[in-house]
């Protein structure tokens, strides 16, 4: 059974990495992708990274007491996502199969550079998270995704808003202000880190088009499900 | 000035000269390390310093988190060592920080060299466990409790009746035998221990005797930071008497 290793992690399974601004449309492709290759009769496992119990419990007491600070934000963020890798992504990686990350590391290195955290450090830190086979970087207009948040009806809260960061009074302020210093270190690393660019302003139909373009030289030799389960 | 930290400085650390003391006190359970740290926090107050007292797993924040994942054991090893850097990032900047910045001494029932090790041991790369922690203020002295395995055993007994799960390194597998997993995690701690003296300058006590000899030593350690140390602050009227 011909199963290739990644040439970016070494793994059996391929890792594909989407990374954007809230209300960048990559949830949306994220998911699309995961079913058309399901189709395919490929091992998909998709995850995604939203707060979890134990990040939304510690956040609520840290916020109530004042507590937080960047770093120990920057390290509570870090607790859970070595948590979910160790857990959801490694196995199914090690497994053989094509993991579909809805946000990766790259969430956090912008998140804490934005939060003055020193980049290299933050790295440090998450350098048990392997290189992607491909990153999808959605690139949007901060105005487009306020104006997404805001006819969602969502609460915008107080962290997403950067709020602690004292950059205004205004919550819809705060969070232009913040979503506009992580658009500019997502921009900063996308050519060092080798992001694939995609324009989020196109229809739905054009990006997954593009996206399953971008991912046919990944599949190529890449054994299926029923390759995987029996023989012949 | 040299650095204040290990490496990178944390967003918000007081750039002002921090006045207060930090003396750490480490070595394994069963060292004397908890005992020291209450007969040296009783010498310094009599002399008239504000102590503030400070140890692992103490912080607000995350506290009942790993409480909880110690009994479920569900928790992978650079997972339990996040948190457990969470926990210790919280005490430093929250109650740390702020107490030295005061003027106050800071005595660390345990620092990061434990957590350090722990990592270690469970599969974390030296490299890792170090760039981790490179937030860390550097104290102003370092003691190292230093005790035999053996004695560690019939300290540890003496004081629970048993050994201790996690104290065994239990979790790591190393022998399903509680006794024999106990100095086999012990030796792999005290192996972490070794390298960490040189790089971090610890001041090694002979752990092995009684109380009263141990806390001369550590005395003769920290005493000389409160004499005409650039930093120290001015001296109790009644200290500069009896001198």
């Not at chain 1, 996206?211 to 499900?225: D, K």
């Not at chain 2, 007081?14 to 359970?29: F, K, N, S, T, Y």
């Not at chain 2, 069963?30 to 103490?58: C, N, Q, W, Y």
Request: with cysteine.
């Amino acid at each position: 059974m011909g199963e290739t290793p990644s040439p970016a992690h070494g793994f059996p399974g391929r890792l594909l990495v989407f990374e954007g601004l809230d209300g960048s449309g990559k949830s949306t492709q994220a998911s699309l992708l995961g079913k058309w290759l399901s189709a395919q009769g490929y091992r998909v496992f998709a995850t995604e990274w939203n707060s979890s119990e134990l990040v939304s419990s510690v956040i609520r007491r840290g916020k109530k007491k004042g507590l937080l600070t960047p770093t120990t934000f920057s390290l509570l963020h870090a607790t859970d996502f070595a948590d979910r890798f160790e857990r959801r992504i490694l196995p199914p990686l090690r497994a053989g199969y094509l993991v579909v990350c809805d946000r990766y590391a790259y969430t956090a290195f912008v998140r804490d550079a934005a939060r003055g955290c020193d980049p290299d450090w933050v790295r440090t830190i998450y350098s048990f998270a392997p290189r992607p086979d491909l990153i999808f970087y959605f690139r949007v207009s901060v105005g487009t995704t306020l104006k997404r948040k805001l006819a969602s009806r969502q609460k915008i809260n107080y962290y997403e808003a950067g709020m602690d960061l004292g950059l205004a009074d205004d919550v819809e302020e705060s969070y232009e202000k913040f979503q506009t210093r992580l658009k500019r270190e997502y921009e900063r690393i996308a050519t060092t880190d080798r992001f694939t660019l995609i324009d989020s302003s196109r229809s739905v139909e054009q990006i997954q088009a593009e996206l399953r373009a971008h991912i046919r030289p990944i599949l190529e030799n890449f054994p299926t499900g029923a390759a995987l389960t029996h023989d012949g | 000035m040299t650095a204040r930290t290990y490496g990178t400085r944390p967003p918000g650390m007081p750039e002002g000269p921090l006045r207060g003391r930090l003396i750490v006190v480490e070595g394994a359970d069963g060292s004397g390390r908890s005992t020291e740290v209450t007969l040296l926090k009783e010498r310094l107050e009599v002399e008239g310093h504000a102590v503030i007292d400070t140890g692992l797993r103490r912080s607000d924040l995350v506290s009942g988190e790993i409480d909880r994942a110690k009994q479920g054991h569900t928790l992978g090893a650079t997972t339990m060592a996040l948190l457990y850097a969470v926990d210790f990032a919280d005490q430093l900047e929250n109650k740390i920080l702020p107490a030295l910045a005061a003027g106050s001494t800071v005595l660390a029932d345990r620092y990061i060299y434990t957590l350090m090790a722990r990592a270690v041991v469970r599969g974390a790369s030296r490299a890792y466990a170090q760039e981790l922690y490179a937030f860390a203020l550097r104290p102003d002295r370092v003691l190292f409790l230093d005790a035999r395995p053996e004695i560690l055993l019939h300290r540890s007994i003496a004081k629970y009746g048993s050994l201790d799960y996690w104290e065994s390194g239990m979790d790591l597998c190393l022998s399903r035998d509680l006794f024999e997993s106990f100095f086999l995690y012990q030796e792999r701690l005290s192996g972490e221990f070794a390298w960490m003296r040189q790089q971090y300058g610890f001041e090694v006590v002979d752990g092995n005797r009684a109380p009263e000899q141990v806390h001369e030593e550590v005395l003769r350690h920290v005493m000389p930071l409160y004499d005409g140390r650039p930093h120290a602050p001015r001296r109790p009227a009644s200290r500069a008497a009896s001198a």
